[in-house]
């Protein structure tokens, strides 16, 4: 191993620092999320990764904004700095759908809100500049990655400018970031003079250039500007699908702010499964870093869950994850999962059960495209029907699962990730698996509306598929002998939504003696194609559609649903 051989936690700290002996760090990761070494929270996923390729990474997880000198409690890093807002757009995590301040956090020690700023990504890029001048500032997460280009803002309703123009960062890297981090890293190694145009092009990344960065003949999109997005706000709409296209072809794309050129490099490579087995295997603590005193609720949900892949072909309008890990499936092997789930059931804390295996959803393990991808002009694998070419690996997660089950000292396999219900139909075998001995009783189901006009809007299957999944459902759990109950997940305020379509939804639960529990009020959240629908007022084709826009229009379609004490979240 290297000077930077994997510690138990990488260091948070000067004195962590030189009980490794570590005079400075190659890598300081800036994180909105407490530091958690567990694979589930993006800061360890990537420093573990960077330290496995020979690099010193430190993390300073959720730093003090009101002074300067908190984020740079690690000393200046000889590379880069990385940062990240943490697991959630910052302004999702602190504001409910109707933009009123939450006061949990999920990922902060107490479940307390308030332990990082709002535009998190901005503010900690402004300490990390101040505090290293002239140090390469990289973005990376969901808020920078789903923010790299113009976009609507939900929170103060209106256009805003790509986070490389608001942050001045150097790079922001889009999508699942282990490729363009060590690319990043390598060059800076190879640059001690650290050119101006050394971290351009780099697959999966966004940075300020000029049309010479887009090499002569490759395929490239230009996407509106953000002055024409806001003289006709149905530019966002060309926009977003744009950039939707973009991910898919792998083409470059760019953008212009004020004749400034935002550069879209072509999207990284999804890992291999080779990769994958390689950066999950890596020797994570599965706990929070020991300097918490108090318990962070998000460590509750995951840490005996198994990530088995990254990605989702579904390609809801409205999923900002997916957005974020794209189409693509990435799958672990089998051996690596069993591997794992050995692992975790030698640990001193260890009870008996994996909580979940999964992804973006439960049932996608496996799945790949047997065409060209990067030829597709889908926005869906899955809706409005199957593709031809998506092969699913069901059959195979069924066995998986049972093999999990019969690791010594593994006692039961939950999948808690949601089920993709019209995927599970396709095979007998794996929902029968699944509805017999994976549920535990309830199965979170995502089915959203009952309206099939609704449902398109969305990229969900129709609603009969929910109806025929509950069928199979009903009569598996019974023959098993088994009370079990599907959880449906659903969404008010959708744009294109009206109340007389909650209202038959509303009619529909009550026909079944259902009272819905987990409703969402929609939310706008930034680089979605529903996004560009609330914001636009039309929908994917360029059709008009009625958006429930006023907090009180979408308050009122909430409340079809949930009783006015239950405030959306
Ligand atoms: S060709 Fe079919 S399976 Fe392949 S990415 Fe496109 S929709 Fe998915």
Redesign the pocket.
């Known amino acids: 191993m290297s000077r930077a051989s994997q510690p138990p936690f990488l260091p948070t700290t000067r004195s962590e620092m030189e009980r490794l002996g570590w005079r400075e760090l190659d890598v300081l990761l800036v994180t909105g999320d407490a530091y958690v070494d567990h694979p589930a929270f993006g800061a360890a996923l990537l420093g573990r990764w960077l330290a496995a390729h020979g690099l010193a990474v430190g993390i300073v997880a959720q730093p003090r904004w009101d002074e300067p000198g908190d984020v740079a409690r690690l000393g200046r890093p000889r590379l880069l700095a990385g940062v990240s807002a943490g697991a959630l757009d910052s302004m999702l995590a602190h504001y409910t759908a109707l933009r009123k301040k939450r006061s949990d956090d999920a990922y902060t020690p107490g479940g307390l809100a308030g332990a990082r700023p709002n535009r998190a990504a901005i503010v900690y890029a402004g300490l990390v500049k101040a505090a290293f001048p002239g140090l390469p500032v990289v973005l990376g997460g969901v808020e920078a990655s789903l923010r790299r280009a113009a976009h609507y803002d939900f929170w103060n309703d209106s256009l805003r400018r790509s986070i490389l123009l608001d942050s001045k960062a150097d790079l922001v890297v889009y999508g699942m970031g282990e490729r363009a981090a060590l690319e990043a890293c390598g060059r800076l190694r190879q640059a001690p003079a650290r050119d101006k145009g050394v971290l351009r092009g780099i697959p999966g990344t966004a940075f300020m250039g000029e049309a010479a960065d887009v090499p002569a003949g490759a395929p490239a999109v230009r996407l509106p500007s953000f002055e024409e997005i806001q003289a006709d706000p149905r530019k966002l709409m060309a926009a977003t699908l744009a950039l939707e296209a973009q991910m898919?072809s792998g083409a470059w794309a760019w953008q212009e702010h004020g004749g400034r050129r935002v550069v879209l490099a072509p999207p990284a490579e999804p890992l291999s499964t080779g990769e994958m087995d390689r950066l999950y295997g890596l020797p994570f603590a599965r706990a929070p870093h020991p300097g918490y005193a108090r318990p962070i609720p998000a460590v509750e949900m995951i840490r005996f869950s198994l990530t088995s892949h990254r990605g989702c072909?579904g390609g809801c309008s409205f999923c900002s994850l997916a957005l974020h890990q794209g189409?693509?499936i990435s799958s672990r092997s089998r051996s690596s999962l069993l591997e794992e789930a050995r692992l975790l059931a030698r640990r001193r804390d260890w009870d008996g059960a994996i909580t979940d295996v999964g992804g973006p959803s439960a049932n996608m393990w496996g799945a790949r495209?047997?065409?060209?991808?990067a030829?597709?002009r889908?926005g869906?694998?899955l809706t409005p029907s199957a593709?031809?070419?998506?092969q699913d690996g069901q059959q195979a997660l069924a066995g998986l699962l049972a093999a999990l089950k019969s690791v010594p000292g593994v006692r039961h396999v939950r999948v808690a990730s949601g089920v993709r219900h019209d995927l599970a139909l396709r095979s007998p075998g794996y929902l029968a698996a699944l509805v017999r001995e994976f549920t535990g009783g309830q199965l979170k189901l995502a089915p959203e509306h009952s309206r099939d006009r609704v449902l398109g809007l969305m990229r969900k299957p129709g609603f009969a598929a929910f109806e025929r999944f509950l069928t199979v459902f009903e009569a598996e759990s019974r023959s098993a002998g088994k009370q079990q109950f599907v959880v449906p997940y659903l969404m008010s305020a959708f744009p294109g939504c009206t109340d007389a379509d909650m209202r038959a939804l509303a009619c529909w639960l009550k026909a079944r003696g259902w009272k819905p529990r987990q409703v969402q009020c929609f939310v706008p959240t930034p680089g979605t194609v529903a996004t560009a629908m609330y914001h636009a007022g039309i929908d994917p084709e360029g059709r008009p559609i009625v958006v429930a826009r006023t907090d009180a229009e979408r308050l009122r379609q909430h409340r079809i649903l949930m009783p006015p004490a239950a405030a959306p979240r």
């Open positions: 898919r072909a189409r693509r495209c047997a065409a060209d991808p030829r597709c889908r869906s694998c593709c031809p070419d998506f």
